[in-house]
């Protein structure tokens, strides 16, 4: 839905406060990639390999659609996915005609491995660097990270 009102001035502050969080978060998001040790794939091939590890087997076309993609775009996602081993395909009970992608066991561990060693080191880093004051403020952000993020959210 539009407005036909002009937009409110954004406070100096507020514009800065949006300026820097997009920065500090993709920072993060690298360094956490870093660590995580695994080999290094796009962002759409790591949320396949966690969907099919949280939701399970998938056709093509239902893991473009949970990526907003083409079918076409996901197979050739997949592709480097399937040559390093991380998920494989089997014949669809449902539809002969069909294959479902699935996460192998070496998909999954890698998987499992990256996520401990990404969370390892953030705990450590937490520890080091953050009071427990700190520490605490930061769990406040985060809730407030999800509330941000959250599509059904109304004040």
């Known amino acids: ?52 590890y949280s939701v399970g087997p998938a056709t093509t076309s239902e893991l473009a659609r949970g990526e907003e993609m083409r079918p076409q775009s996901m197979a050739a996602a997949l592709a480097p996915l399937e040559k390093a081993g991380y998920v494989a395909r089997r014949p669809d009970p449902a539809d002969g005609r069909a294959s479902v992608v699935f996460l192998t066991e070496n998909g999954q561990r890698q998987l499992l491995e990256g996520r401990d060693a990404k969370r390892g080191w953030l705990a450590r880093r937490l520890d080091e660097r953050l009071t427990a004051a700190e520490q605490s403020r930061l769990a406040e952000a985060v809730l407030l990270l999800d509330r941000l993020l959250d599509p059904d959210f109304s004040r």
Request: no cysteine; glycine share 4%.
């Open 1 to 52: 839905m539009t407005s036909d009102a002009a937009p409110a001035a954004i406070a100096p502050e507020l514009a800065a406060l949006a300026a820097a969080l997009p920065s500090t978060v993709s920072r993060l998001n690298r360094r956490l990639r870093a660590e995580s040790g695994v080999q290094e794939f796009s962002t759409t091939q790591g949320n396949i390999v966690r969907r099919l």
